[in-house]
C-alpha cells in the first residue's frame, strides 16, 4: 500500500471545495460521470424489480434472460455470435479490470499497457506481481500502437495486453484494420488481447464502434469488456460483461465466483431492459455528447487554444497551451485562475505530461461559459 498516493482526482476535488467555499464558480470537467438519466422504460424496470423482496437474496449468477440480452445485442451491434459460457459479469468494467489478471498472472508475467492510459488497466495486473511494460501511443501515430515497435523478445515473453478504443484518456478511434493487425500479432506471440470497449456507443462524426471480438480469430486470443455505466448511465449499478475466449472467461467466472455472489437482481433487470429496449436514447446522449465536444474543442480552438476534437468516449485529450509544459501545474493554476476543472495528462501515464483531459459533463452553454472563464483567465496566449 506504500505504492498507491491519493489520487489526483482527491486533490483536485479538494482545490475545487476551496474555492467553491470562497463563494467561486467552478466548472468541474474533470472525472466522466455523465450527468445523463437512464431511460425511464429502464428505470421503470429496476423499480418494479426493487419492490419485490425476493430480488433482495444472493443472485449467485446471471439470469438467464440477462445472458440471451447480452448475446443479442452483440449480435445485432456488432455482428458477434457468443455462446452462454462465453459471457461473463462483472461489477463494472473497473473491477474486471482489476480482477482478471489475478486469473491469468503468475508473479514475474508481463504485462503490455497503454502509455498513457487510464490507470486500473496496470493496478490489476501489478497487484499479481506481474511485470508492467508499456507500449507509447504518440501523436505522430494518431495515438494508435505502433505493434512492430515492440521488442520481439519482449512480445514472445508477454502474458497479455491491454488495449483499449475509443480510448480513454486520449479520445480516440482505432480503425479495423488496426484490431484485424493486432489480432495477427496476438496469435504470431501467444499473447492475450484485453480489449476494453467501453466507450463504443459514445463515438462522432459517423465512426461506428467496433468490437475486436468481430474481427476473425479474436475469439482464440482474447477477451473484451462492454460497460452500461456510459452506454445506458447505469454507472452506479457497475453492470458490466466480459465476452471472447472461452477458456479464460471459464477460469475468470471460476476467480470471481470465489469473491463474488453475482449482480444485484434489480440492476440485471434494468441491464436486461436497457438491452433489449428502444435504443433512441443511446443515439440522443451520442448526438449530445457530439455538441458537447464541438462546444469544447471548438470553443477552445475560437480563443487560441489548438485543441483537436475527440473522435469518441466522453472525454478531450488537449495539447497544453503554449508556454506550459507541466501538466498538473498547468491544472491548479487554471482552476484557480479561470475556476475550470480537468485532469493533468500526467495523471495517466508520463506521456501524458504534456496534456490534460476534458470531461463532457456539462451542457453545451455551460462549456461554453468555462471557455469564456478560460478566455478570460489570460492563460491563453
Not at 426493487?50 to 445485442?73: M, R, T
Not at 486470443?221 to 457497475?238: H, I, M
Request: glycine share 8%; aromatic share 10%.
Amino acid at each position: 500500500m506504500q505504492q498507491f498516493q491519493p489520487g489526483i482526482f482527491n486533490v483536485l476535488d479538494d482545490k475545487k471545495r476551496e474555492l467553491q467555499a470562497q463563494g467561486r464558480k467552478v466548472w468541474n470537467l474533470s472525472v466522466g460521470t455523465p450527468d445523463f438519466h437512464p431511460d425511464q422504460n429502464v428505470l421503470d424496470a429496476a423499480a418494479k424489480a426493487i419492490a419485490d423482496p425476493n430480488n433482495f437474496k444472493y443472485s449467485l449468477g446471471n439470469l438467464p434472460e440477462l445472458v440471451e440480452a447480452v448475446q443479442s445485442w452483440y449480435r445485432r451491434r456488432y455482428g458477434v455470435e457468443l455462446a452462454a459460457d462465453e459471457i461473463t459479469s462483472v461489477n463494472g468494467s473497473q473491477e474486471g479490470l482489476a480482477h482478471i489478471g489475478w486469473a491469468l498472472c503468475d508473479p514475474g508475467d508481463i504485462v503490455l499497457c497503454p502509455n498513457p492510459g487510464y490507470p486500473i488497466f496496470e493496478i490489476g495486473p501489478w497487484l499479481t506481481g506481474a511485470e508492467i511494460l508499456y507500449y507509447e501511443l504518440l501523436p505522430e501515430n494518431d495515438f494508435l500502437p505502433d505493434l512492430n515497435a515492440i521488442p520481439e523478445e519482449t512480445a514472445k515473453k508477454a502474458k497479455a495486453i491491454v488495449v483499449s478504443y475509443p480510448a480513454n484518456p486520449v479520445a480516440k478511434a482505432a480503425p479495423r484494420s488496426f484490431y484485424e493487425e493486432l489480432v495477427a500479432w496476438a496469435k504470431k506471440y501467444n499473447v492475450i488481447v484485453l480489449h476494453d470497449n467501453a466507450y463504443s456507443e459514445i463515438i462522432f462524426d459517423g465512426r461506428k464502434g467496433i468490437s475486436f471480438l468481430s474481427v476473425p480469430g479474436a475469439m482464440e486470443v482474447g477477451v473484451e469488456f462492454n460497460s452500461l455505466s456510459k452506454t445506458y448511465c447505469l454507472t452506479g449499478g457497475r453492470i458490466s460483461f466480459v465476452m471472447g475466449n472461452r477458456d479464460i472467461i471459464k477460469k475468470f467466472a471460476t476467480l470471481r465466483s470465489q469473491i463474488d455472489y453475482g449482480i444485484f437482481l434489480p440492476v440485471q433487470y434494468a441491464a436486461i431492459e436497457a438491452l433489449n429496449g428502444p435504443q433512441d436514447g443511446v443515439e440522443r446522449r451520442r448526438a449530445m455528447y457530439q455538441q458537447r465536444r464541438d462546444a469544447l474543442c471548438g470553443g477552445f480552438r475560437s480563443i487560441g487554444w489548438n485543441v483537436p476534437d475527440s473522435e469518441g468516449s466522453m472525454f478531450v485529450w488537449a495539447p497544453l497551451p503554449e508556454g506550459y509544459t507541466d501538466s498538473v501545474e498547468f491544472c491548479f493554476e487554471l482552476l484557480e485562475k479561470s475556476g475550470v476543472l480537468c485532469t493533468p495528462g500526467s495523471a495517466f501515464g508520463s506521456l501524458g505530461a504534456d496534456h490534460v483531459r476534458f470531461a463532457l459533463t456539462m451542457p453545451p452553454e455551460q462549456i461554453a461559459e468555462a471557455v469564456e472563464a478560460v478566455r478570460n483567465s489570460g492563460m491563453i496566449r
